[in-house]
C-alpha cells in the first residue's frame, strides 16, 4: 500500500521550494494517484488557500502527444494559482514552467454529475481567454499519468481575460498565443475535444466521482489547445481568441 500522506507532502514541499522531485517509484493505481492528490491540496487548503475550481488536462489532441500521454485528467485549482489579467508571475517560485493556451468558464449554476451539452451551457456564465502556466514538479518535465495526476496535473498558475458573453459558438475558434509578440502556437478551440464545451461536461462528470461537485462561481479550465511553451524570465505572453478577446501576463 502506498503512503499516501507521505507522497503528498513530498509533491507538496516540492512545489513550495520550487524544487524538482524524481518521478515517483511507487506503484500507484489512479485512485491511489488522486488520494494523493486530494491529500496534497487539503495541505493548501490548511494553509488558507482556498478551492476556486478545477483544470481538465489532455484535452487535446496537441498535449497527448506533446507529454506521450492519452488519458484525460484533472486537478483542483486554488485563488493563489490566479495570477492578474496583465499581471506579472516571479519565474524563480517555479521549477521549469510553461505556457498553455485554454478557455475557462465560470458557471452561474452548479452542475451534476450527468449533463448535456445544452444543459452544462445553461449553467455557464461567462467564457474568457485563458492561459495556464504548468509546472512539473518532476524532473524534466516527465511523468507517468498517475504521477501527474498525483502532483495535481502540473497545476500551478492561471491567467483569466476579461469574461465574456457565455452565449458565444465555442465550436471553431482561433487562438494564437504569442511570446514577446511572436506567434508560438496557432490553434482552434475544436482542439479540446471538439468544443471545449465537451471539456466541461467531463469536468462536472469527474468532480462529482470525486465528491466535489461542480458548483456556482467555479472556474473550470479545458485543456490546452495546442502544445505548451517553456517560459523564462523577462517574456511577455499573450493569449488572443477570436471572438472573445485576450488574456496576458509578464515573467519576471
Ligand atoms: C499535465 C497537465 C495537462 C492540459 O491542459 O492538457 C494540462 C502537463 O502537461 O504537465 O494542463
Ligand atoms: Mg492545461
Known amino acids: ?6 507522497i503528498a507532502e513530498r509533491v507538496d514541499s516540492a512545489m513550495l521550494n520550487a524544487g524538482a522531485i524524481e518521478q515517483l517509484a511507487e506503484p500507484l493505481s489512479m485512485e491511489e494517484a488522486y488520494a494523493v492528490q486530494a491529500a496534497s491540496m487539503q495541505r493548501r487548503y490548511a494553509r488558507g488557500e482556498r478551492r476556486i475550481g478545477i483544470k481538465m488536462g489532455f484535452t487535446s489532441r496537441a498535449k497527448m502527444i506533446q507529454m506521450g500521454l492519452d488519458e484525460m485528467i484533472w486537478g483542483r485549482l486554488t485563488d493563489a494559482m490566479l495570477v492578474e489579467d496583465g499581471g506579472s508571475i516571479d519565474f524563480g517560485r517555479f521549477v521549469h514552467p510553461r ?10 449554476d452548479p452542475l451534476p454529475a450527468t449533463v448535456t451539452l445544452a444543459a452544462a451551457l445553461l449553467a455557464v456564465g461567462g467564457v474568457a481567454p485563458a492561459l495556464e502556466i504548468i509546472d512539473s514538479r518532476y ?17 500551478s498558475a492561471l491567467v483569466i481575460g476579461p469574461w465574456a458573453d457565455p452565449s458565444t459558438n465555442l465550436s471553431n475558434l482561433g487562438m494564437i498565443l504569442e511570446i514577446d509578440g511572436e506567434p508560438k502556437q496557432i490553434g482552434s478551440s475544436a482542439a479540446i475535444l471538439g468544443n471545449p464545451i465537451r471539456s466541461l461536461v467531463a469536468a462536472a ?17 479545458a485543456g490546452g489547445a495546442t502544445a505548451a511553451e ?23
Open 1 to 6: 500500500m502506498a503512503d499516501i500522506a507521505t
Open 99 to 108: 505556457v498553455e493556451p485554454e478557455i475557462a468558464f465560470i458557471l452561474k
Open 139 to 155: 524532473q524534466n518535465f516527465r511523468f507517468s499519468l498517475t504521477d501527474v495526476v498525483a502532483d495535481n496535473s502540473s497545476s
Open 205 to 221: 462528470r469527474l468532480a462529482a466521482a470525486a465528491g466535489e461537485p461542480l458548483q456556482a462561481g467555479d472556474v473550470v479550465m
Open 230 to 252: 517553456a517560459l523564462s524570465p523577462g517574456q511577455h505572453v499573450r493569449l488572443q481568441v477570436q471572438k472573445i478577446g485576450r488574456a496576458e501576463f509578464r515573467v519576471k
